[in-house]
């Protein structure tokens, strides 16, 4: 598994560079900055590049090592491809709403996927046709709402080993229980979040889709 890196251009193009404006960067990230413009932080592609290259090294080690490595993404602009990648690795995501105790209350939440596990059993085997019409309908929507919650995890046996957020700043909730059950931390992190709180921060513009699928495909290619 070669890693495959996006190229300076393609990255320039897709906005990758844009940092948080002035006023609400966070002194951390300076190392990473190439320039302040118009109040603007410019954030330096070639360590972006870098830190990737570092990031990604590591998640193919914790790959080939059988480790379980966990996608997060939910922001609007992350949702698709964050699952699309996870998909394509066959691992696990989380891509609407974290929810509470995932990572530090694991058994609570695998009891949920049992739950739905059996929901859909007795659904496909045929025993809500005893049910009436409203009971099968109210049945079926708990299935709906849980898939919507569980089924990117429901796989997972374990708490993972490893978790790729896709915007630093908006996965407060899912790092600070990462960090709780020694759980290793690869994301993307803008000017205006602290990069030494996660193990492999990989700067770039957490608010560009482009700039998310970019450093997304460089990840699904590069563990493919």
Request: charged residues 30%; without cysteine; glycine residues 4%.
């Amino acid at each position: 598994m070669e890693t495959q890196l996006p190229k300076y251009e393609d990255m320039v193009k897709a906005g990758m560079h844009f940092g948080r404006k002035k006023s609400i960067f966070h002194p951390r990230m300076k190392d990473f900055v190439y320039i302040l413009k118009e109040n603007i932080y410019i954030i330096d592609l070639i360590k972006t590049s870098e830190a990737l290259s570092k990031a990604i090294d590591f998640l193919k080690k914790e790959r080939e090592a059988g480790k379980v490595i966990l996608f997060v993404g939910t922001t609007k602009q992350s949702t698709e491809v964050v699952q699309a990648t996870a998909k394509a690795l066959n691992m696990s995501y989380v891509v609407n709403r974290w929810l509470g105790g995932t990572l530090t209350n694991f058994k609570t939440i695998t009891a949920r996927f049992k739950h739905l596990d059996d929901l859909e059993g007795r659904r496909d085997s045929g025993a809500f046709e005893k049910y009436t019409k409203k009971e099968k309908l109210l049945l079926e929507r708990e299935i709906a709402s849980m898939k919507v919650k569980f089924d990117g995890i429901r796989k997972l046996t374990k708490v993972p080993d490893v978790i790729v957020v896709s915007s630093l700043r908006d996965a407060e909730l899912p790092v600070r229980e990462a960090k709780r059950a020694g759980i290793k931390i690869v994301a993307i992190v803008n000017t205006d979040s602290d990069p030494n709180s996660v193990d492999y921060p990989i700067p770039a513009n957490d608010n560009a889709k482009k700039s998310v699928e970019l450093i997304m495909e460089a990840i699904k290619s590069s563990l493919s």
